[in-house]
Nanobody, 123 residues
Framework: QVQLVESGGGLVQAGGSLRLSCAAS????????MGWFRQAPGKEREFVAC????????DYGDSVVGRFTISRDNAKNTVYLQMNSLKPEDTAVYYC????????????????WGQGTQVTVSS
C-alpha cells in the first residue's frame, strides 16, 4: 500500500504561484508513475500532469502546459507540482495519484490517491 498526502494548497491571486507537494509513505515512490489531477465543483476530474518512475516523459493537460511543471525527488519520496501564472479557472481540489512505473492521463489507471488539497485563485 502507498499512502499519499498532498500539501501546499491555498488562496492566491491570479498571476501568482503555488507549489504543491505529494508525500508518500508505505512504499518507496521510485517504482511508481505519478499523476496530478484536479476537480472543480460540478466538474469531472481533470488530468493535470504526470511523469514516470524516474521523472521522465512528463505530460501535461492542455490547459496547464507552459504554466505548470511536475517533478519528483525519489530520495524524499515526494512529487511536486509547480504552478505559475495561476488563473481563476485553476481553482479546484488537486489530487496526486500513483500507479506502477509510468504516468497516465487516465485517472482510472491509478491505484493510489491522496485526499486532495484545495487551490483557490482569486481574480
Amino acid at each position: 500500500q502507498v499512502q499519499l498526502v498532498e500539501s501546499g494548497g491555498g488562496l492566491v491571486q491570479a498571476g501568482g504561484s503555488l507549489r504543491l507537494s505529494c508525500a508518500a509513505s508505505g512504499r518507496p515512490l521510485s517504482s511508481y508513475g505519478m499523476g496530478w489531477f484536479r476537480q472543480a465543483p460540478g466538474k469531472e476530474r481533470e488530468f493535470v500532469a504526470c511523469l514516470n518512475w524516474s521523472g521522465g516523459n512528463p505530460d501535461y493537460g492542455d490547459s496547464v502546459v507552459g504554466r505548470f511543471t511536475i517533478s519528483r525527488d525519489n530520495a524524499k519520496n515526494t512529487v511536486y507540482l509547480q504552478m505559475n501564472s495561476l488563473k481563476p479557472e485553476d481553482t479546484a481540489v488537486y489530487y496526486c495519484a500513483a500507479r506502477p512505473v509510468s504516468g497516465s492521463r487516465y485517472s482510472g489507471r491509478y491505484d493510489y490517491w491522496g485526499q486532495g488539497t484545495q487551490v483557490t485563485v482569486s481574480s
